[in-house]
């Protein structure tokens, strides 16, 4: 009888975000003696909100070798259409529902072009970009729609001391990460985009888990936007712009591979973290919004570039879970640098 060796490594890199965000945090309190204000600081948490939402759902594609370059376009469609639709019903259920239906319809039928038509993502999502943003400037006139009400509360609200928005980041922190190292759709994602063609063969339903990804990235994206409008109590039909760079930049940061296949819930948390602060302090201590453009644009580069020269020359480390049958699953948290195939003793 023949016994499978385990195989470990320390993967130092999996905890160098969060060492980052420290020093970022760190070198933030020096810089503007603001930072640190109670005030600020809940600011910054209801920014962040936003952003990880999204960068949620970027990871959740990333991982399973796709892209969303729409996320900033459909984010303000459906903001704007659930305050319509509050405004027109004054039923703050329905006017939720609306924006994560638009979001929602808006990614699935991103990933029927993607999945069914074999159409790649940065193609897809480019154009339901100028889709989305175009539906909420007609819908819209142009004009932002303003007096929302109660609607507010989404986005400004606190129960106690807490933004109502982290409470509902943390829970969809939790939701996340549970489906992505907890069930079979989970490590369905990491195998798609860690080897499409070796996920197929072992029977995953390639194109079912595409769909669900868009899904679950269209649920998100149909949150953030609803927080957002409730956030700055209007809804804008031109928000959004730039913020799918955001949302795939923090996941990138906090170490997911743009290859797919790699990245954890923590991690993209840290990196959105991380873009938080930063444009927090570049506008404390005055640095221009061009500049910041610039910096953020640095940062892309310098993470994706690292992604690459990480893995370039690595022997591949596989971690293999047996199943009830005593084939082989990819784990949802397996940091392999190469996909794993399913073997059999």
Not at 73 to 88: E, I, L, N, R
Not at 205 to 221: H, I, P, S, T
Not at 228 to 249: C, D
């Amino acid at each position: 009888m023949t016994m499978m060796p385990k195989l470990k490594t320390l993967d130092v890199s999996r905890y160098s975000i969060f060492i980052i965000l420290a020093v970022v945090f760190i070198v933030a309190s020096f810089l503007s003696p603001n930072f640190l204000s109670p005030f600020n600081l809940l600011n910054v948490v209801r920014q962040v909100a936003v952003i990880t939402i999204l960068a949620y759902g970027a990871m959740t594609l990333i991982i399973g070798g796709m892209i969303d370059l729409s996320a900033g376009a459909v984010m303000a469609f459906a903001g704007v259409s659930s305050v319509m639709v509050y405004k027109q019903t004054d039923n703050l259920l329905l006017g939720v529902l609306a924006g994560i239906g638009v979001g929602v319809a808006c990614n699935l039928a991103s990933a029927f072009v993607v999945a069914t038509l074999k159409t790649p993502a940065f193609i897809v999502t480019l154009g339901m970009m100028l889709i989305a943003r175009g539906a909420v400037l007609e819908i819209t006139q142009g004009q932002n729609v303003l007096q929302l009400g109660d609607f507010i509360l989404i986005g400004q609200g606190n129960m106690g001391w807490v933004p109502l928005s982290a409470l509902i980041l943390i829970a969809i922190t939790i939701i996340i990460w549970y489906f992505m190292n907890q069930t079979r759709y989970g490590r369905s994602v990491y195998a798609v985009g860690g080897n499409e063609e070796a996920a197929r063969a072992a029977g995953i339903a390639v194109e079912r888990v595409k769909y669900q990804a868009f899904l679950v990235n269209g649920v998100l994206v149909g949150i953030a936007g609803i927080i957002f409008m409730s956030r700055v109590n209007a809804g804008l039909p031109n928000a959004g712009v730039g913020y799918e760079l955001q949302a795939i930049t923090a996941p990138i940061i906090g170490g997911t591979s743009f290859s797919g296949g790699v990245g954890t819930v923590a991690g993209t948390l840290a990196g959105a973290l991380i873009v938080g602060v930063l444009g927090n302090i570049m506008n404390l201590v005055g640095i221009g919004s061009y500049i910041q453009q610039i910096v953020m644009g640095l940062i892309i580069v310098v993470a994706v570039a690292y992604d690459v020269f990480s893995k370039r020359g690595k022997v591949k480390t596989t971690i293999l879970k047996s199943d009830a049958k005593g084939g082989t699953l990819p784990p949802a948290q397996q940091q392999s640098q190469q996909p794993a195939t399913p073997t059999h003793q």
